[in-house]
């Protein structure tokens, strides 16, 4: 049994070193990526007995990434593949005016073809959270209604559900996926999703707290939490309304820094901390996530501990 149960695809990152052109580059760096397995690593590192479910290809690249997970303390719950390929994304990194880009290589990857059966329903049963985003749904259809099941069957058994909007442009449009989420929020308690998602995506306005409620009367989430990048995040749960800043970092890699923030709060609430220091949890996680290469929290508990302590903005 877990506490933390997460599934979602995990692919390889291939980074060219800063400042360098993908188009030209002689050299990557390998990182392991993906937001439901950054989620289960950020709340591993913190304590929380954490696996992410997928379905990988049997070969090396497929090995390459259990082995990764396994190693940051996350059990692999993977359905071996004998066909399929482990998909790939490019993060290329310059300075301004050129900024970053995201390419994704990711077609063909086994998960997209997923069925209820090749989850391990019994483990997402026996789970305390069941944690999952946006980007599951967006692969393929099929996949938007496996992650429908997988979520119902949670919640049918108990488990909280919680998901992370993650709205990912270049795999489907803000249309497709409103249609979608609206489809599976009935069956989620505890909601993440970005104020630009909140309002692009689930077309919502007014201020984030009004978008938070307004979220939390049309689909009885008991917790919704709104991310607001520089400006931190605000959280409604059971209809009180908490407020958190982010902690400074020295940014050396952004990506996951959401995952973290979830993991953070996410491990706390597996612990009963309050929704208000499970929120500073949560962004102390993602500050310190920011200060490592990759896009997984390799973090402590004791390092978040003392940055809360010290307080945010
Ligand atoms: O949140 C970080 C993720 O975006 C990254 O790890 C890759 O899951 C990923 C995706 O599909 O973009």
Not at 57 to 76: K, M
């Amino acid at each position: 049994m877990s506490e933390l149960v997460t599934f979602g695809e995990t692919m390889l990152r291939l980074t060219p070193p800063r400042g360098h052109r993908l188009s030209r580059v002689d050299r990557l760096d390998v990182h392991v990526g993906g937001a439901e397995s950054n989620v289960a690593v950020g709340a591993a590192n913190l304590g929380v007995e954490a696996a992410w479910a997928s379905l990988l290809p049997a070969t090396d690249l497929g090995e390459r990434i259990a082995y990764a997970l396994r190693g940051e303390g996350v059990e692999p719950l993977v359905t071996w593949t004998e066909t399929g390929r482990v998909g790939t994304y490019y993060f290329e990194r310059g300075g301004m005016p050129r900024g970053r880009d995201v390419i994704y290589d990711r077609e063909g990857a086994p998960i997209r073809e997923a069925t209820p059966a090749d989850a391990p329903l019994d483990r997402i049963r026996d789970a305390e959270v069941f944690f999952t985003t946006g980007i599951t749904p967006a692969l393929s259809e099929g996949l938007a209604e496996t992650t429908g099941t997988l979520l119902e069957t949670a919640r049918d058994a108990g488990v909280t559900t919680a998901f992370d909007v993650n709205h990912r442009d270049k795999l489907w449009t803000p249309e497709t996926a409103r249609e979608t989420l609206a489809g599976l929020f009935p069956s989620v308690d505890v909601l993440f999703v970005a104020e630009r998602d909140a309002r692009e995506v689930l077309a919502l306005d007014g201020d984030a707290e009004r978008m938070a409620r307004d979220l939390a009367a049309e689909y009885g989430f008991e917790t919704v939490v709104v991310t607001l990048g520089e400006e931190g995040a605000i959280a409604v749960h059971d209809g009180t309304v908490s407020r958190q800043g982010t902690f400074p970092a020295d940014t050396v890699d952004p990506l996951g820094s959401g995952d973290a923030f979830a993991s953070g709060f996410l491990a706390e609430r597996l612990d009963g901390t309050p929704v208000p220091d499970a929120m500073a949890y949560g962004a102390a996680t993602a500050a310190l996530k920011r200060t490592v290469e990759g896009d997984m929290a390799r973090v402590s508990p004791a390092e978040v501990r003392a940055l809360v302590e010290e307080g945010g903005k």
